[in-house]
């Protein structure tokens, strides 16, 4: 396909959220003519709800995507630094856990501006239209033909050489997907929900250190705090379901809060925090995985529409913008060419996606509970002093993932052989401990070891007789 039939190509992208918006770009770049069908109202004069997290950790691959279409500076300017976590514990005690190497940070993005800049560059595009407002009905994926709902409440059907779903978590099409034969999907709900909640400036600057993550971990629950360009940290508490239900009143909330965050409390404000905290129920996390992700040249999903992860790894919208990327990248070397590009897009993604999927249940754990843990700090030290002499053999799981295009089912094996290699040598080291130890305890009992050995009854004789062993035995025979 050259350029001039790829003008002629006609995609519809269905989701105007940030996966949907980039995705316009790139397929933009490339002269297709693109509508966007979003359900919602134009966020950039909509009144905001409540409900969905404002924060979002950007990192290379997500900054990938950008510099690709040209944002990376515009965006990267309105994210501020984290470059470690910032542990608090029981005490209030805080300590710091770096990411990577002081040149490795990841951003604080707010969700809303990084949507309202993605939308406002898809309208600069002249082959490009956006339509608010307009609801997906039904998607005849064979004949490619959708049907949207406009403000004005007719049904309209449109064709489409392309259908792509950005259309998150509970994609509508997906659904039409599931309904095609060898379509596999499956979903699970994981049983914690999340609350978002505020630490508002304190004498009009941050009320902790900004340039950190902060993590309150308490082993089956944890709360998170990330900045804000206002000055405002947005704190988001994950908790299993069961324990948010206990907590019903206002007072219940406090003792909670003073038990198990007593340094956060201060900083929010016991009146606003229990305001927030019963503002919005805990919203519920789901992970979705699906295979594959296109249907013949006519449909392909990206984003959380193709893989809802849960959010301890900081990689759902670096994970989708990197689908972006990689279709992007595809369709360079298929020359545009849709009937070769879906396919291996499926075949090349699908494990990338199912990788992060696990990595980020994984990461909630390590959140949560083993950063409190003497091992874990020790463990990641020795990470990334073998990373630092053998940096090209050796690299930390986080760096791979946020810090590298490394694919991420590549990091899941290579991080699982280096955890082996390294548990081999902590056993081995253990193990020359132990020889040593036990050879300098023997050679403590005497100067010449080696001659218990040879009569080794003489002194055992000896130890039983007198309690200790003498230096004057064996070799006075």
Known sequence: MDSSDSQRKKVAVIGGGLV???????LAKRNFQVDVYEAREDIRVAQLARGRSINLALSHRGRQALKAIGLEDQIVSQGIPMRARMIHSFSGKKSA??????????LSISRTNLNKDL???????????VYFGHRLLTCNLEEGTITVLGSDQVPKDVTYDLIVGCDGAYSTVRGHLMKKPRFDYSQQYIPHGYMELTIPPRNGDFAMEPNYLHIWPRNTFMMIALPNKNKTFTCTLFMPFEEFEKLPTSRDVLDFFHKYFPDAVPLMGEQALTRDFFLLPAQPMISVKCSPFH????????????HAIVPFFGQGMNAGFEDCLVFDELMEKFNNDLSMCLPEFSRFRIPDDHAVSDLSMYNYVEMRAHVNSRWFIFHKNVERFLHAIMPSTFIPLYTMVTFSRIRYHEAMLRWRWQKKVINKGFFLFGTLIAIGSTYFLIRSMAPRPLDYLRRPWDWVTNLQNTGHVSLKTPWSY
Not at 119 to 129: G, S
């Open 97 to 106: 856990i770096p990411y990577g190497t002081k040149s490795q940070y990841i």
């Open 295 to 306: 249907f013949k040249s006519r449909c392909v999903l990206m984003g959380d529409a193709a």
């Open 119 to 129: 939308l406002t560059a898809v309208e600069k595009y002249p082959n490009t239209k």
């Open 20 to 26: 949907g918006s980039l995705n316009a770009c790139f």
